[in-house]
């Protein structure tokens, strides 16, 4: 009966009708028996599967498998399909088990891949027996993928349809009804959705372990484009088996799958998840038959095994359609058995390997049989454990602690370390964000400019002159100056890779984690806040010196002088409002800002003109040369004291940074603006600290008025009333420059999750964060009527300090870390394409190029249509050598060569940091014995040199990646460390008192960061599962033990990294076409 229901359903299949034969009976009963046997055929053929779904081939006898004279292998320049053998053809499966799942999923609109990639073993794992176990396998969030690989018959799209809600409680409940062992979810690619949909494949696991915790959940993951967070939210939902494709060896990945699925981001994609979760299974699938060699394949199942997989399938690749990939090689059953007899050698727990294997192939039989051996396992150590106790062999020495407990307090600070080093996932378009993009170079340049001019030449260059370098100011600002310089060049290369608001917040968000991003966060806002109010004092001393000092006169009457330490003589009203006033010019939006900063800007760079040529034709040089105290009067720590405080002058060009949001082309703009800014502001500020201290002795300097009071002296009364003028647009661009970046900081850390929420709405009018501009600006506003100008100024430059340390070392981290990590820093997203030509993308060596094909990797400029996997570009390379050990430096290999690639650097790059700290304190506090020659300050300050320059070659020894940088910063890590070193030492320079003041501001953060932060970062909105975590093997064998998901960490030999050459196109990802025909065998 088997046979004629295939013949009648073929027939019915290719559009003929065959008509039954019928027995001859009673002609009065002829027509009840013909309808009685159709409604049989008729019924049976509606409960049986779909036939076209599967290969429609008797069942050869595997005796003549060996015999099989037919042709294996298409060679290049082939376009005939190969014959099917026949140990691919399959029987149909049958069953009630199979045929009730089948109506079930009909019923409640489910998918399942056993059905949609046309699985020949569906009646093996639906139906199960009397061994086996059943299984299936469901397809989440649709039928339709955003990715177009050439092997997949899943229908694509851009935007595929909105995710179901109720899809989990659907799936679970059909699940629960079938009575199945074990479960494998798997879903198709949701690039269109932020998380990938990975919070609706964590609901559907918990909501099926739920409804029947007894069952084993097995979930074959997309990649999620990289992003860790995406895969740690589905390894922490309860899963059993975490799975994922590698589908191809290395070299035919970028013909075989979309070009956003990479094979490193795949490895890395397995690796993260053990070490989200080290007792999770992984488990992985190769297709062969694609033109792969056997040394291809070998190493790909090294790779695989070098992540910490447990689990391999390998399974013959069968073409879907006519427009997908063509078979290059059907393999033979022997080298299937050869492939699992290796996979078994490498160290996998259980391999599958055969021509009908597929990923999910029979998936619970291996992991119900080890779930049962560790079962037997625990119960029999529990058995001895309560003999050795009951003949007095305590083992309380091994149980310190009750398990659970130990097992809970472990699982707490464990994620509690993981929590605070969670790196921020940026989006993949990076360029989208709710504020308003209008901002051009000229624009960021004078925001920069505007910014760093007023505070450094009508603030700091009275208080830094007459009370900590004297004349040499000069030298002061130069060396502040240069060290700036090197903050802005590891700004500016930070610019072109994290195009977002935050500045140095977001960079150390993106490369070095989240406590550290918030640590730096937190005292930015501090920084803009003094700016603001300090600039608003300066303001109001200003106006104040023009008017005769006439509104300080009038408030001291009103309210009297206070007299607490901490705080100025007389509340200042007029900064209060000026503060205030200026937050609500900024609320009309950024446009508007940048108008009035550019016209402000011009006025105060041609004061400064005036002051340099009326500062130099009125200048005195015995200014410098002053009886008993020359020209540093304050010794060199006096210099090195005041270009601590002078950083606060360069500060702008972190504003800069900030606007990394607002600029039309930031990739471009800031860099260039911050490089700018900063040389026309360092050389503007060494020309007037020195026409100033030429003008007049540094010691009549008026702090409040350096500038105006210094033309007064000399008769200039004009000059003082121009200068004051320009000085008033200078503060006001300064002012504005504050107000402008500390909303944003503001905005970028609530957008985060790490501050409150409400801080992160835009107004959709002006584009502007309207609730941080308000608060801001009331802050700044409060400061600078409370507080003075000189312990304003005293405590600005530790936090910009911290900064620009943080962001130095941030670089030399992103160019040593590996590229799978790094691509957290996303281009554009990629859309599938279409392909109109007939035939699939060509293969390596194939020689069956689709003419005219647009995608894919393959490069259309070619004359040829293969790629030779021997000749690998400068960028595979580059990309391939990130993180390692250079080949002159292969004498390290002993000491680093176990470390994963980037490690070691990142290492160095922290010791280095601790090192200069060391050493700066050392010069602070030991120079009298280290300039007399004392030995223990000469072997000391020797020793720690030594190991400061040993970490830069650890660093050196290694190969960077600067893959898709526009700029970069030049003489790598050389540059940065220097960066980092001076930082430090004027650091060290600043007084105890500002210290306190950083630790008590500090404590304040802590506090907001551990009691709404951690709990409410966008980059943590993972599950975690305590139930999960008990019920693991560890919680048998307590928690005193360790369990090591990777065994010596990964090592990857670079040739066999580049041994394909990948050749990118500017155009879109080719398509999978779908065809309504299928194959048909010939």
Request: aromatic share 8%; charged share 20%; with cysteine.
């Amino acid at each position: 009966m088997a046979s004629s229901t295939v013949l009648l359903r073929n027939s019915l299949q290719k559009g003929k009708y065959v008509p039954l034969k019928i027995p001859q009976q009673c002609k009065h009963s002829a027509a009840a028996s013909v309808s009685t046997q159709l409604d049989k055929i008729r019924e049976r053929l509606e409960s049986g599967p779909n036939f076209q779904d599967f290969v429609q081939h008797p069942d050869y006898n595997k005796d003549d498998w060996s015999a099989y004279e037919g042709k294996l292998r298409r060679e290049k320049g082939e376009n005939d399909r190969l014959r099917l053998p026949p140990w691919l053809k399959t029987k149909i499966p049958m069953g009630k088990n199979f045929t009730r799942i089948k109506e079930q999923l009909r019923e409640l609109k489910l998918a399942t891949v056993c059905e949609e990639a046309k699985c020949p073993n569906i009646g093996e794992c639906w139906g199960g027996g009397e061994h086996g176990t059943q299984t299936a396998t469901i397809m989440l969030m649709g039928d339709t993928c955003t990715r177009g690989c050439r092997f997949c018959s899943v229908k694509t799209a851009r935007a595929p349809p909105p995710l179901d809600p109720a899809e989990p409680m659907n799936t679970a409940t059909a699940i629960a009804s079938w009575g199945l062992d074990y479960i494998v979810l798997t879903s198709v690619d949701r690039d269109d959705l932020p998380d990938g949909g990975s919070k609706h494949i964590a609901a559907t696991i918990k909501e099926i372990k739920k409804q029947n915790s007894r069952i084993f959940v097995e979930c074959l993951a997309p990649d999620f484009r990289g992003d860790l967070a995406c895969i740690e939210t589905v390894a922490m939902s309860g899963l059993d088996v975490y799975a994922h494709n590698i589908e191809t060896v290395e070299a035919l990945t970028p013909f075989v799958r979309d070009r956003r699925a990479r094979y490193r981001q795949s490895l890395e994609c397995l690796a993260s998840v053990k070490r989200f979760n080290p007792n999770l299974m992984t488990k992985s699938s190769i297709m062969l038959g694609l033109g792969e060699t056997d040394e291809q394949v070998e190493q790909t199942l090294k790779d695989l095994r070098s992540v910490g997989v447990d689990c391999l399938t390998l399974g013959q690749y069968m073409q879907p359609t006519k427009r997908h990939l063509k078979v290059i090689e059907y393999v033979t059953p022997e080298k299937f058995k050869h492939w699992e007899e290796r996979g078994n050698e490498l160290g996998f727990l259980y391999t599958a390997s055969g021509p009908l294997v597929r990923s999910s192939y029979k998936a619970g039989e291996f992991f119900i049989t080890s779930i049962l051996r560790n079962r037997a396992a625990a119960e029999e150590a529990a058995k001895t454990a309560k003999e050795n106790i009951g003949t007095g062999n305590d083992c309380r020495q091994y149980c310190t602690m009750p398990s659970a407990r130990r097992m809970i307090l472990g699982h707490v600070m464990s994620g509690l370390c993981t929590k605070m080093n969670r790196t921020k996932q940026l989006p993949a378009d990076l360029m989208e964000t709710p504020l308003n993009r209008c901002l051009n170079t000229f624009d960021i340049t004078l925001l920069g400019i505007g910014h760093m001019v007023g505070a450094g030449i009508y603030v700091l260059t009275g208080t830094v002159a007459r009370e900590m370098a004297g004349p040499a100011i000069v030298l002061s600002f130069i060396l502040a100056g240069l060290v700036s310089l090197l903050a802005a060049l590891c700004y500016a290369e930070f610019g072109t890779r994290v195009p977002k608001a935050g500045s140095a917040y977001v960079y150390t968000y993106v490369s070095i984690g989240e406590f550290w991003a918030f640590v730096i966060g937190w005292n930015i806002i501090l920084e803009h806040m003094l700016g603001a109010a300090s600039v608003a004092r300066a303001w109001s001393g200003y106006v104040d010196s023009m008017l005769g000092n006439i509104v300080a006169n009038i408030t001291m009457e009103i309210t009297g002088e206070m007299h607490e330490q901490l705080l100025a003589k007389y509340p200042d009203f007029l900064a209060f409002f000026v503060c205030l006033s200026y937050a609500v010019a900024l609320a009309a939006g950024v446009k508007a800002t940048a108008m009035i900063n550019s016209i402000l800007t011009t006025v105060n760079v041609a004061v400064m003109g005036l002051v340099v040529v009326l500062g130099f034709w009125y200048a005195s040089p015995d200014n410098w040369s002053l009886p008993e105290q020359g020209f540093m009067p304050y010794g060199f720590g006096g210099v090195l004291a005041g270009a601590a405080t002078c950083f606060y002058a360069f500060v702008g060009f972190d504003s800069i940074a900030t606007s990394g949001e607002e600029a039309k082309n930031p990739s471009v703009s800031i860099p260039l603006a911050t490089i700018l800014s900063l040389c026309v502001v360092t050389v503007g500020y060494v020309l007037v600290s020195a026409a100033l201290t030429l003008m007049i002795p540094y010691n009549d300097i008026n702090p409040a008025a350096a500038l105006p009071d210094a033309f007064g002296m000399r008769g200039i009364t004009w000059a003082k009333y121009a200068i004051s003028t320009g000085a008033i647009c200078g503060m006001t661009t300064t002012l504005l420059g504050s107000l402008f970046a500390l909303p944003r900081c503001l905005y970028a850390m609530a957008s985060d999750g790490l501050l409150f929420s409400c801080f992160g709405k835009v107004n959709t009018k002006t584009q502007v964060p309207l609730l941080n501009l308000a608060l801001s600006g009331l802050c700044s506003a409060l400061l600078a009527l409370l507080f003075d100008l000189e312990k304003l100024v005293e405590f600005m430059s530790i936090g910009t300090l911290l900064a620009y340390t943080i962001v130095s070392a941030s670089v030399i981290v992103l160019r040593y870390r590996p590229i799978s990590v790094e691509e957290t820093v996303h281009l554009a997203p990629d859309t599938p394409g279409t392909d109109e030509e007939d035939g699939g993308p060509a293969l390596p060596g194939t020689g069956s190029a689709a003419p005219g094909a647009t995608g894919g990797g393959i490069d259309s400029s070619s004359q040829s249509s293969t790629i030779d996997p021997s000749s690998p570009t400068s960028e595979m390379i580059e990309i391939a050598l990130a993180g390692r050990l250079r080949p002159q430096f292969r004498w390290l290999e002993p000491v680093l060569g176990r470390c994963e690639p980037g490690v070691a650097c990142s290492g160095a790059v922290l010791m280095f940091c601790v090192l200069s700290v060391a050493v700066c304190f050392q010069l602070e506090n030991s120079w009298d014995e280290l300039y007399n020659g004392t030995w223990w300050a000469l072997g000391l300050y020797g020793f720690l040199l030594f190991c400061l320059v040993a970490c830069v070659v650890v660093i050196s020894a290694h190969h960077q990646n600067t893959r898709g940088l526009q700029f970069k910063v030049p003489f790598v890590p050389y540059i940065p460390a220097l960066s980092i070193f001076c930082n430090i030492e004027l650091m060290v320079h600043l007084s105890f008192l500002t210290w306190l003041r950083f630790f008590i501001w500090l404590s304040i953060g802590m506090l907001v960061y551990f009691l709404y932060g951690i709990h409410n970062s966008k980059e943590g909105e993972l599950g975690t599962s305590y139930s999960m975590l008990m019920s693991t093997s560890e919680a048998i064998r307590g928690w005193g033990s360790t369990s090591t998901a990777l065994g010596g960490g990964t090592k990857v030999t670079v040739t066999k990294i580049i041994k394909g050459r990948i050749s990118r196109k500017t155009a879109g990802d080719r398509q999978a076409i779908v065809d309504d025909d299928d194959d048909e065998d010939s």
